[in-house]
């Protein structure tokens, strides 16, 4: 039996990964996900005033800086009980699903898409339309999603003066209100953007798209001419084709935090959705309510300052600890909700949130590559659809309050917590306040939850066991590896590099 050691260094994700993995007989037999950067945040913010937060934690990422901007401010209005008007979350959550649909179109066609274009598959049927529409800067899908992308952002920027890395959220709404000249320029780019989703990514009218309810009838709906042409029929060809639908189940639990808070429903901030969140138990097949409460991180395979077992985010810390040569492989902490390992991610979100489309492949062919891509795509129209009836809300109560300023007295210590579904999955800021400034400040990514090492029980992550199993046919050019991870889009940027330079330091609390 044949036992290869093989690291592989992934590029076109976002951020440095690295995969250390066991082959016998070129089936991987054991994963370590390493995380080669150390997030510094949570330990930048302590001692700074609350407020502080809104301004560091959007560059977090230079992706999804909207949604940890919302993970922030909701976290400070759960602290200080602040009040938001209906018309802060709509813009709030136009402006989170402009940023979302962005990542969604390029990650699908600028990260994953690519790899169909390997050497390895150059006989394959599809293996020219494939180069065609997705070559890299001259693929007309390729260059068509970058510039629409472009586009979306501008939304972001209307509301909050740019983006990446906008702070216009605040405790108790947004700093700029909807107007007509605002709504008009969303609406525009929206509607460009929807006829451009309807013509090249799935090659049918929105409606029609988001009515398909069954397994069969999306099988049927990709012999028909004007789908399989478009740009997810494709990808769903050759992917299908190369049998991503048997690769890379992983754990069967999976958690969401629900989309879109809601507009109308402020008194629950962190259950009111739009669309439902939940726990998936894949051992049972039903959705449980979301407890935040059992959420806990373990950090034995981790190179931060150990404790024992796992920690709510509340009482957990962040501690450098690095130890090379031991035991200890990343700087990812291993998230569990109810000590399982969940995934997260569209999938996740659709599955959890009702999407009869997602839930009939999931029940026929189980979770995999495939429909972890095929439910990014299909997620930007629930996207779309939903922006377009937030722009008509705004302007239907055109003039009413975008913010609701809380008085200094309401800026009180206390513990907050804000939970939201980033493009890449669920997203989790807690924090503490003492003494008028931030003690603790945790951050939990959808990453994290994903590319988790193993627990204190010893248990790997999802990454890890999605990858056990799989078949590699050849360890120079792992381009199974690359299908399974980029399909989960990973993020492990906006970290401080730590390089073994023989100097010692040390970290303190």
């Known amino acids: 039996m044949a036992r290869v050691e093989l690291n592989v260094n992934l590029n076109r994700v976002e951020g440095d990964l690295e995969l250390a993995l066991s082959l016998e007989d070129g089936v991987v037999v054991e994963a370590r996900t390493v995380g080669t950067l150390y997030r510094g945040f949570e330990q930048i913010l302590v001692g700074r005033s609350p407020c502080d937060a809104l301004v560091l934690t959007p560059r977090v990422c230079g992706i999804c800086g909207t949604a940890h901007l919302y993970a922030a401010v909701l976290a400070l209005e759960h602290a200080w009980r602040v009040p938001v008007p209906a018309n ?52 007309r899908v390729h260059r068509e999603t970058l510039a629409i992308t472009r586009r979306v952002v501008e939304v972001v920027a209307h509301f909050g003066g740019q983006w990446p890395h906008s702070s216009y959220m605040v405790p108790g709404g947004v700093t700029s209100p909807a107007d007509a000249r605002r709504l008009l320029a969303c609406r525009t780019i929206f509607a460009e953007l929807r006829e451009w989703y309807e013509r090249i990514v799935i090659g049918a009218p929105l409606d029609e798209w988001l009515a398909l309810d069954s397994a069969a009838n999306y099988f049927a709906w990709l012999e028909r001419p004007a789908h399989a ?69 373990h950090v034995r395979h981790s190179w931060f300052r150990p404790y024992s077992g796992g920690r709510h985010p509340w009482q957990g810390e962040t501690i450098p600890d690095y130890q090379p040569g031991s035991d200890r492989y990343t700087w990812a902490k291993a998230p569990r909700y109810a000590d399982k390992v969940v995934q997260t991610g569209p999938l996740a979100e659709l599955l959890i949130g009702g999407d009869a489309l997602i839930a009939d492949l999931y029940a026929t062919e189980g979770g995999n590559a495939w429909l972890r891509q095929f439910a990014r795509v299909r997620r930007i129209a629930y996207e779309l659809a939903q922006a377009e009836r937030h722009l008509h809300e705004l302007a239907e109560h055109l003039g009413e309050p975008h913010i609701a300023n809380p008085a200094k007295h309401a800026e009180i210590d206390g513990e ?39 627990d204190s029980a010893g248990l790997p992550g999802h990454w890890e066991q999605s990858l056990v199993g799989l078949s590699v046919a050849d360890p120079d050019d792992p381009v199974e590896i690359g299908h399974v991870i980029r399909s989960h889009d990973p993020c492990l940027v906006c970290t401080v590099h730590m390089l073994e330079t023989g100097k010692r330091w040390r970290f303190l609390p």
């Not at 169909?116 to 693929?139: I, K, L, Q, T, V």
């Not at 669920?426 to 924090?431: I, K």
Request: hydrophobic share 45%; with cysteine; charged share 20%.
């Open 88 to 139: 802060a979350t709509r813009i709030r959550n136009v402006c989170l699903i402009a940023e979302g649909i962005q990542n969604d179109l390029r990650q699908t066609f600028l990260f994953f898409a690519p790899d169909f274009r390997n050497a390895r598959y150059r006989d394959r049927p599809w293996f020219a339309a494939a180069d065609a529409e997705f070559a890299p800067f001259s693929g």
């Open 229 to 297: 042409a478009s740009a997810l029929g494709l990808m769903s060809r050759c992917a299908r084709d190369l049998g991503l639908q048997r690769m890379a189940a992983g754990t069967p639990h999976m958690i969401s935090f629900g989309a879109w808070c809601d507009p109308l429903r402020w008194d629950a901030p962190h259950s009111a959705r739009l669309v439902p969140g939940g726990f998936y138990d894949g051992d049972t097949g039903r959705i449980a309510e979301l407890d935040q409460a059992l959420i806990s991180e």
């Open 416 to 454: 907050g917590y804000g939970l939201i579904m980033a493009a890449r999955g669920a997203l989790g800021h807690w924090l503490r306040i003492r003494g008028g400034v931030i003690e603790k400040y945790q951050i939990v990514t959808p990453t994290a939850w994903n590319a988790s090492p193993r």
